[in-house]
C-alpha cells in the first residue's frame, strides 16, 4: 500500500512539474519584465493590469486578441506536427506566405461571379501550394537526408523572394501603391464574426483545424506513428513504421495548415497579399507549439498569449507612456525561455541515449 | 615501490558494515567483504543486488552512509576515485574507457605521461618502453601504434590492465572482464589475472558466469538484495552451492530441453531459408560473404560466433532493416529479400532486438505504446480508420500480463522499468501477433538470473506453439542450452554446423574463433 501511495504521490508530482513547466516560461518574462519596468521607475503591477485591460478588458479587446491569435493557431499546429515527429521544421513562415498569395490571387484574379465558390478555391489553391512547398524539404529530407532546418530555413527567404517579386511586378495592384496585390473580390471575403472589430471565420477554421490535429495525434494510426518516429526512429523503424513516410506525410499536412492560415489571413484579414504579409507568424507558431508542447490545448492558449501580447501591444501605447517595447520584451522573453525548455528536452535525451 | 606498501597486510581491501541507501532503496545493508593479499575474488550477484554500489563505494565515488572501508588492514576514507587510484585501486568498467581515436600507447599513458627535457615533452619512447616492459612481463604482444577503436576488445582490455598496473594498481577491480570475450580469450585473460596474482597483484572481479568464477577465483561472495549471502573458497563450494545462494534458496528448476516435438513436422518446408547472401558491413566489423543457411519450422536455431564476424548485419537483412547486395531470403517460402520491414511483418515476421534501449523499446515514450507499437494498424485497435484509445489499452495491458511484466501504469515510461522486464515488454509485443519466425538477438544481455530463466522459459514457450527461432547471441552456454541446431559464423560466412545433442563447448569456440569446420 505504501508503494501505491508513493507512486501516487509521484505522479502529482510530476503533473506539478508539468504544470509549472508550461507556465514558466510565461512566468519568467513577467519577472523579467518588471525588472525592467522597476529600472525605468514604473510599477510592474500596474502596466501589467493594464495590459491584461487592453488585452482582454471588453468583448471589443477580447475580439482583437482572438483576431490576433488567429493565425498563429495555423502556423502553431503546423509546427506542432512536425516538431512531435521529431522533423525540425522552421518553414512554416514560408509555406504561410505562399499560400497567403494563392489564396489572394484566387480572391481579385478570378471572375468575382464565381461567388461562393471563391472562398474555398483559394483556400484549396492555399493549401496545395503550400504543401508542395514544404513537400520538397521534407522530401529531401527523407530521401538524402539533407537537414531540414537548413533547407526549411532557406526556403523562407526564397518564398519571401518570390512573393516580393510577384507583388512587385506581375501581381502589382494598379490602383493602389506598390507592394500590395489587388483587392480581393467582395465574395471572396471571410465574414466578420463581430462587425466592428477584425475577428474573422478564420478564427473559426482556426479552431477547427486544432480540433482536428488533437484528433489526428491521438486517434490516427499515422499520427500515434508519427509520435512514435519522434520518440525514437531506430525503434520506429524496426516495428515496421516507415521514417520516409512519415517525415513527408508531416511536412505535407504541416504544408497544408500553413496554407490554410495563409488564406485566412489573406481573406479574412487584409484582403489582399501585401509585402510584409506575416510580421512573423510562422516563427511566433514555433514559441507557441513549444510553449504548447505540441498538444491542441496548449496551442490554443500559446495562441490566445500571444494574441493579447500582439493586440495589448499596439494600444497599449496610446493611452498611456508604457514604451511598446515592454510588450515586446514579454513576447522575447517567452520565446527564449520556452526555446530553453525546448533545449532541456534535448539534453535531456541526449543524455538518455548514452 | 609501491608493491611493497602494505605488505604482510592481511586484508588487502576490504569492508566493514558498509551501508548506502539510495532514497528507499537500500542497496547496501550491513556489507562486509575481505580480500587478500594476491587473491583473486569474485563477486556474484543478480542484477540489483548491490555489486555496482558496493563497487563505487570502494572507488570512492560514492560515500557510505555507514561502515567503513579497509585498506591494507586500516580504515580508510575513500573519498573520491583519485584517492582511491591512489591507494592503489584501479577499476575496468564492462565498457572499455579507451579513446577510440587515438592509439593503443597513446592511451597507456594518457593522464600521466611520462615527459623529459626542460619543455616537459611527452617522452614517447619511455612511454613505449614502460609499455612493453609491462607487456612482457604479462606475456602478452600489443601493437602500441594501432588505434584503439581499430584494436579487437580482449586487445584493448589488455591495454587497460597495464595502464592501470603501470600507475600502481595493486588491486584490480574488474566488471563482468568476460562479456565481451570469445572462449579461448577468456582462458587468455584468466592465465594473465594468474599471472599477474603472481607478482603481487590483487584482483576483484564482478561476474554472471559461475563457470568462470569457479575457474579463476580463490574465492566467491555472492550479494543478494544488498546483502553479503555467501562466501566462502572457491574449493570448499560447488556451482551449484553459489548458484542458491545467488538466487536466494530459489530453485531454478533447469530445464532440460524439451524433446523437439518439431522433428514430425520435418519435413516441411523451412520457416526460413537464406542463400548466397551478401551485404555490406556496418561500421567496421565484416560484411555478409555469402551466408547459406534454413531453420525449419518449430526449431530454435542458434546462431554462435564472436561479437563482429556478421552476426548484426545478418540479422538487419533478414528483419529488413538493411539491403542485401545479393542472394535471397525466403520466408515461409516467400521471396522477401527486398520487402519491408512491415511486409515482413505481416508475412509473420517477429523481432527482438540486441539494442534494447535504441532499438527494442523507445524508453521514453510509455509502457503502453511500447507494447502495441507496430500494431497500430491492426485490429482491434484500429478499427475503421480510427485508433481505439480503450483497445489500445487493453491489448498492452493483456499483452504485458501475458509475460507477466510488472508495471505500475500504463502511461509510465518504458525506461522506469527494470531491465528484465523491458525485456520482457520487448517479447510481449513481439510475441503477441503469433509470428511464423522469431528472430532474436541478445536476449537475455544486462538481464539477472532469475529474468533469464523466464526469457528461457518465453522462447521455450514459442517453439511449443511451432513457431521458429533464430537465435543470436554471444553467451555460447544459452545458445547451447537452448537450440536444436547451431549455426557457427566467422567472417561473414556460416563456418560450421552443429546439432545440440553433440555440440562441444570447445568445439563451437574453435570454429568461431578460427573460422574452420572441426570435425566433431
Known sequence: MPEAAAALRERGIE??????????????????????????????????SLIAQEAFGSPNRIAATLSAATPLLFTG???????????????????????????????????????????PTGF???????????????????????????????LNFVALGITGYLVNGPLLSEKSGNNVTPLIHESAELARLIPPSTLHAGFLIGLFVLAAYGFWIRRTPAGVESAIVGQNRRFARAVGISIPGTIILVMVISGVVSGLGGASHALGQLHRFAEGFSPGYGFTGMA???????????????????????????????????????????????????????????????KAVK | MDRERGDGASVRLGAVGLCKAYGSVQANRNVSLAVKPQEIHAIVGENGAGKSTLMRLLQGVEQPDAGEIIVDDAPCRMSSPRQAFASGIGMI??????????????????????????????????????????????????????????????????????????????????????????????????????????????????????????????????????????????????????????????????????????????????????????????DRSHPLNG?????????????????????????????????PSSGQILLGGMDITYATNRQRRDEGLGYVSA????????????????????????????????????????????????????????????????????????????????????????????????????????????????ASILLVSEELEEIIELSDRIYVIADGRIVGEASSGIADVAILGQMMLTGTAQDA
Open chain 2, 93 to 282: 568498467h564492462q565498457e572499455f574507457m579507451l579513446a577510440p581515436d587515438l592509439t593503443l600507447l597513446e592511451n597507456l599513458v594518457l593522464g600521466d605521461e611520462p615527459v623529459a627535457g626542460p619543455l616537459a615533452r611527452i617522452d614517447w619512447n619511455a612511454a613505449r618502453d614502460s609499455g612493453g616492459a609491462h607487456a612482457a612481463q604479462a606475456g602478452i604482444e600489443v601493437d602500441w601504434d594501432r588505434k584503439a577503436g581499430t584494436t579487437p576488445v580482449h586487445i584493448q582490455q589488455y591495454v587497460e590492465i597495464i595502464r592501470l598496473l603501470r600507475r600502481g594498481t595493486r588491486v584490480l577491480i574488474m566488471d563482468e572482464p568476460t562479456s565481451v570475450l570469445a572462449p579461448k580469450q577468456v582462458e587468455d585473460l584468466f592465465d594473465l589475472l594468474r599471472k599477474l596474482r603472481g607478482a603481487g597483484t590483487t584482483v576483484l572481479f564482478i561476474s554472471h558466469k559461475l563457470k568462470e568464477v569457479m575457474a579463476l577465483a580463490d574465492r566467491v561472495t555472492v550479494m543478494r538484495r544488498g546483502e553479503v549471502a555467501f562466501t566462502s573458497s572457491v574449493d570448499d563450494s560447488t556451482v551449484s552451492e553459489v548458484a542458491h545462494h545467488v538466487v536466494g534458496g530459489l530453485d531454478l528448476g533447469r530445464r532440460t530441453p524439451t524433446t523437439r516435438k518439431s522433428s514430425s513436422r520435418a519435413v516441411e518446408e523451412p520457416a526460413l531459408e537464406v542463400a548466397g547472401l551478401y551485404a555490406p558491413a556496418i
Open chain 1, 15 to 48: 503533473r506539478l512539474e508539468k504544470g509549472i513547466g508550461l507556465v514558466f516560461p510565461f512566468i519568467a518574462a513577467l519577472l523579467v519584465a518588471s525588472l525592467v519596468l522597476l529600472v525605468i521607475g514604473k510599477n510592474p503591477l500596474l502596466v501589467f
Open chain 2, 355 to 466: 539494442d534494447r534501449r535504441h532499438e527494442g523499446l523507445a524508453l521514453d515514450a510509455s509502457i503502453e505504446i511500447n507494447a502495441i507499437a507496430g500494431s497500430q494498424r491492426r485490429k482491434p485497435i484500429q478499427r475503421g480508420k480510427i485508433v481505439n484509445l480503450g483497445a489500445m489499452r487493453r491489448t498492452a495491458a493483456d499483452r504485458l500480463t501475458k509475460l507477466d511484466v510488472r508495471f505500475g501504469s500504463l502511461r509510465d515510461a518504458v525506461r522506469s522499468l527494470s531491465g528484465g522486464n523491458q525485456q520482457r515488454t520487448v517479447f510481449a509485443r513481439e510475441t503477441a501477433t503469433d509470428p511464423t519466425l522469431l528472430v532474436v538477438s541478445q536476449p537475455t544481455r544486462g538481464v539477472d538470473l532469475r529474468g533469464i530463466a523466464a526469457i528461457h522459459a518465453i522462447l521455450h514457450s514459442i517453439r511449443a506453439k511451432g
Open chain 1, 77 to 119: 499546429v503546423a509546427t506542432a506536427i512536425c516538431f512531435r515527429a521529431g522533423v525540425f521544421n522552421v518553414g512554416v513562415e514560408g509555406a504561410f506566405v505562399v499560400g497567403g498569395l494563392g489564396a489572394a490571387f484566387v480572391g481579385f484574379a478570378l471572375p468575382s461571379s464565381l461567388g461562393l465558390l471563391l472562398v
Open chain 1, 124 to 154: 484549396a489553391l492555399a493549401a496545395a501550394v503550400s504543401a508542395l512547398w514544404l513537400a520538397v524539404p521534407g522530401y529531401l529530407l527523407a530521401r538524402y537526408e539533407i537537414e531540414e532546418v537548413v533547407s526549411t530555413l532557406m
Open chain 1, 288 to 350: 507557441v507549439a513549444l510553449l504548447g508542447r505540441n498538444t491542441a490545448v496548449g496551442i490554443l492558449f500559446g495562441s490566445i498569449l500571444f494574441g493579447a501580447l500582439a493586440s495589448a501591444g499596439t494600444t497599449v501605447q496610446l493611452f498611456s507612456d508604457i514604451p511598446l517595447d515592454i510588450v515586446n520584451i514579454i513576447e522575447g522573453t517567452v520565446m527564449i525561455f520556452a526555446v530553453v525548455e525546448l533545449g532541456r528536452i534535448a539534453l535531456f535525451r541526449r
Open chain 2, 291 to 323: 551466408i547459406d543457411m534454413f531453420v525449419r519450422a518449430g526449431e530454435i536455431v542458434g546462431l554462435a560466433g564472436v561479437s563482429g564476424n556478421g552476426q548484426s548485419e545478418l540479422v538487419e537483412c533478414l528483419v529488413g532493416l538493411r539491403k
